[in-house]
């Protein structure tokens, strides 16, 4: 059975993953549009940043983040200075990683479904004398809505799939850091294997549930690799 | 060159081939994370001595019984504990009556801050610090080992909330190192370098404060026919790889 133990890594994974996803929707948003828009040189540079986290191994952004966000790093400095202290370690840390690393994930569906509107339905929206703003919330939104939906839907899973940088930067403690995939991982490690089936056993039913709604209840495209 | 002196050729240096292995056979060997630098000099000089190889691979002990109990490819285990080869020996993995002690491991509480831990740890009652690193005490002996010390000094429900875990020593030594802990409990063998530490400062813990850390290796039946591992075996008991063993802070198999 999960012990209490279990039940709080799954709780905290379920925060970290929900508090990313909000953020990530909240600044990859705004970048999408821009990238989807744009003529601008940087367009290339920026979606090169944004997609490395699809590329790279988690260990590698890991060890980075580790360096980075540590005392001596360059992010760590700058956070201490701030008075926040360090990130390693801390839920704050984690939440901050999660967004790094899942952003290709929000980002890319986002793009995409924006690109796909086109100029007419903002054209007409204009002759209609709607603000920018206003057309962005009554016209692109309900329009891309797919996209958003897999927006979240692969943020926020791929954040609960996380493992590999919460392993460098975590620091594995109770309540903060301790996610349900190095819980699971922890307890392979341990030998406790009825308790890692247990969780294991719940994370692939979840990640099944969550699929198999996205492809017939709500009849989304089957969502491949973003980048394709 | 005729048919028949071509595949007289070809089964010529087939029997070679086949008879540079049996002379020369590569071993592969899983190795707790604490034991890492000290095993690659002794592979090294054991390659020299025999003629033979070693691969080793790197990593936690839980996780390498894990991985044995499940098929895994390794012919040896140098394990952090004595847990592990015995589990495995239990469950009939291993030759029998090949397990032994091949090390006896030594914790230190150390800092990547030279002159920050003073020689008798008294940091840990007095120092300001926000991190506390230490491995995993369910997976890692010397996690394990962390523990018993900080109860011995009543210091274990104070400093708990402080705690950092890494999954193994290697990974625990890298939080410390990256100054993200100022201190942490770490093997020995990482810190120190022709018997002293060299870098940062360190308090090397009395081996009376904690249970012995003795560490245990095990020949799998996979290896059974392999004459390199053995032959690596042997080695690991032999002067050479003792003097390589105490060199890093170990003290010797009693």
């Given amino acids: 059975m999960l012990t209490s133990a279990d039940l709080d890594t799954l709780f905290l994974t379920f925060k970290v993953a929900s508090l990313a996803t909000f953020l990530m929707l909240l600044l990859g948003t705004p970048l999408a549009w821009w990238l989807a828009r744009t003529n601008s040189g940087w367009k290339g540079l920026i979606n090169a940043v944004v997609s490395l986290p699809l590329v790279l191994p988690p260990t590698v952004l890991g060890f980075y983040l580790l360096v980075l966000m540590g005392p001596t790093g360059a992010i760590g400095e700058l956070t201490s200075w701030l008075g926040l202290g360090t990130l390693p370690f801390t839920f704050a840390g984690l939440v901050v990683a999660s967004v790094l690393y899942s952003m290709p994930f929000v980002v890319q569906p986002l793009q995409a479904a924006f690109t796909s509107i086109g100029e007419q339905p903002l054209e007409a929206a204009a002759t209609l004398r709607a603000s920018p703003l206003d057309t962005f919330f009554s016209v692109v939104i309900p329009l891309a809505k797919p996209g958003f939906l897999t927006a979240t839907i692969l943020g926020f899973t791929h954040t609960v799939g996380e493992f590999g940088v919460v392993l460098m930067i975590g620091g594995n403690i109770p309540n903060k850091t301790r996610v349900v995939s190095v819980q699971i991982y922890n307890h392979v490690e341990a030998l406790e294997y009825s308790e890692a089936h247990w969780l294991a056993g719940c994370l692939l039913a979840f990640s099944f549930a969550v699929l198999l709604t996205l492809y017939t209840v709500l009849k989304t495209q089957p969502v491949t690799h973003p980048l394709k | ?254």
């Fill in chain 2, 1 to 254: 060159m005729s048919l028949n002196a071509c595949s007289r050729a070809v089964i010529l240096s087939m029997l070679l081939l086949f008879s540079q292995t049996t002379w020369a056979a590569t071993v592969l060997v899983a190795v707790a994370a604490n034991f890492s630098k000290p095993m690659t000099e002794i592979a090294a000089e054991f390659e020299k001595a025999t003629g033979h190889s070693a691969h080793l691979s790197f990593g936690s002990s839980g996780k390498f019984v894990s991985q044995l109990g499940n098929g895994g490819p390794f012919e040896i285990l140098l394990s952090a504990d004595e847990k592990g080869p015995q589990k495995l020996e239990q469950d009939g993995f291993t030759v029998p009556n090949s397990r032994f002690v091949y090390a006896q491991g030594r914790l230190v509480l150390w800092s990547a801050k030279p002159g920050y831990i003073d020689d008798q740890g008294k940091i840990l009652t007095t120092g300001n610090f926000k991190h506390l690193a230490l491995a995993d005490p369910k997976l890692a002996p010397y996690g394990a080992a962390a523990v018993e010390v900080l109860k011995k000094q009543g210091l274990f429900e104070k400093l708990q909330p402080l705690f950092v875990q890494g999954e193994n020593i290697a990974q625990t030594y890298q939080f410390i190192n990256t100054a993200n802990a100022e201190l942490g409990f770490v093997a020995l063998s990482q810190v120190i370098e022709n018997g002293k530490i060299t870098n940062g400062s360190g308090w090397i813990i009395p081996d009376n404060d904690h249970t012995p850390i003795r560490q245990g290796a095990v020949l799998m039946k996979k290896g059974a026919e392999n004459p390199a591992a053995p032959a690596l075996l042997n080695y690991l008991k032999s002067a050479p790889a003792l003097a390589i063993i105490k060199k890093y802070g170990y003290d010797l198999p009693q």
